[in-house]
């Protein structure tokens, strides 16, 4: 059901913008569709083969998809030329829900079968995700039972802030001769307050994978990649929450700006203090479980 939904969310878009008029989105091909759509081949071969079968596409003479002109009406009076809005991403809405369960702070079995079913999706979609979580260390696969989502435990997120912290500091000493400028500008333009409360918090959380990155030591970038895949859903998570994520983000402004003016004393400082102590829902949540 995940593959028809995206491959009716791709036939409708790329009819819209047949009908109206408007810039395809990318070449009729089926890498050039996969990549923009970022889905796999087959809801884009499924789409195109539909919009063949309607006359809005044609194959030319090199055999090739082509826009059939002759074939396309434009879009009727009082028929709206909004695109439409790509579907739920099934791993997101999923993740989102166990993170939830996972706060409780109890084990809990998943079943496969009553898991599609909720969600409403096949049992082979659902196990991509589970394995996909399972890599990301939310979930465990207990041979012949299945699979058990990972309680969380506020011991274990001390334990991992102390020894991220370490390396993370160890990593910016490494990194400074190897930081751009630029790039940290960069990063520090995707850290936005909103000026109302209507207006989206944005917040580029790549700050740290650079620093990791321009440190080259393999060591620390190991580490990070086995034990900071769940912390990192679990830290997406609570930047759902939107004075956590302003705080966040005037952390992250803090951190780039003393890096940019190479005040690194300030930029350990600032850096520390935004690792230690910057997770009041989950601190809250784990009081009153």
């Given at each position: 059901?995940?593959?028809?939904?995206?491959?009716?969310?791709?036939?409708?878009?790329?009819?819209?913008?047949?009908?109206?008029?408007?810039?395809?989105?990318?070449?009729?091909?089926?890498?050039?569709?996969?990549?923009?759509?970022?889905?796999?081949?087959?809801?884009?071969?499924?789409?195109?083969?539909?919009?063949v079968e309607e006359g809005l596409l044609q194959k030319g003479s090199n055999r090739r998809l082509e826009i059939?002109?002759?074939?396309?009406?434009?879009?009727?009076?009082?028929?709206?030329?909004?695109?439409?809005?790509?579907?739920?991403?099934?791993?997101?809405?999923?993740?989102?829900?166990?993170?939830?369960?996972?706060?409780?702070?109890?084990?809990?079995?998943?079943?496969?079968?009553?898991?599609?079913?909720?969600?409403?999706?096949?049992?082979?979609?659902?196990?991509?995700?589970?394995?996909?979580?399972?890599?990301?260390?939310?979930?465990?696969?207990?041979?012949?039972?299945?699979?058990?989502?990972?309680?969380?435990?506020?011991?274990?997120?001390?334990?991992?802030?102390?020894?991220?912290?370490?390396?993370?500091?160890?990593?910016?000493?490494?990194?400074?001769?190897?930081?751009?400028?630029?790039?940290?500008?960069?990063?520090?333009?995707?850290?936005?307050?909103?000026?109302?409360?209507?207006?989206?918090?944005?917040?580029?959380?790549?700050?740290?994978?650079?620093?990791?990155?321009?440190?080259?030591?393999?060591?620390?970038?190991?580490?990070?990649?086995?034990?900071?895949?769940?912390?990192?859903?679990?830290?997406?998570?609570?930047?759902?929450?939107?004075?956590?994520?302003?705080?966040?983000?005037?952390?992250?402004?803090?951190?780039?700006?003393?890096?940019?003016?190479?005040?690194?004393?300030?930029?350990?400082?600032?850096?520390?203090?935004?690792?230690?102590?910057?997770?009041?829902?989950?601190?809250?949540?784990?009081?009153?479980?």
């Open positions: 059901m995940r593959a028809m939904s995206l491959k009716n969310y791709i036939k409708n878009d790329l009819e819209v913008r047949l009908r109206s008029g408007q810039e395809l989105p990318a070449p009729l091909t089926l890498e050039a569709l996969s990549e923009h759509y970022q889905v796999s081949f087959s809801p884009v071969r499924l789409a195109l083969a539909e919009l059939n002109q002759g074939q396309i009406k434009p879009l009727k009076k009082g028929q709206s030329s909004e695109l439409p809005e790509p579907p739920a991403d099934m791993f997101e809405v999923i993740t989102n829900d166990f993170v939830k369960l996972s706060l409780k702070g109890e084990p809990v079995d998943i079943r496969e079968e009553a898991t599609a079913q909720q969600y409403k999706i096949s049992r082979s979609s659902l196990r991509i995700i589970l394995n996909r979580l399972a890599g990301a260390g939310i979930l465990d696969h207990i041979p012949r039972r299945g699979w058990r989502l990972r309680p969380f435990r506020q011991e274990d997120m001390q334990a991992f802030l102390e020894v991220r912290e370490l390396l993370e500091l160890k990593a910016l000493e490494l990194a400074k001769p190897h930081l751009v400028k630029e790039d940290l500008q960069q990063i520090l333009d995707g850290n936005v307050i909103p000026k109302s409360k209507d207006t989206e918090v944005l917040i580029d959380n790549s700050l740290h994978a650079y620093i990791i990155e321009k440190a080259g030591n393999c060591y620390i970038q190991d580490f990070f990649q086995r034990q900071g895949k769940y912390y990192d859903i679990l830290f997406d998570w609570e930047d759902q929450d939107r004075e956590t994520a302003i705080e966040t983000v005037r952390q992250h402004q803090a951190i780039l700006e003393a890096l940019i003016a190479e005040d690194w004393k300030t930029a350990r400082k600032a850096l520390s203090y935004h690792i230690k102590d910057n997770h009041p829902i989950l601190s809250k949540i784990v009081k009153q479980s």
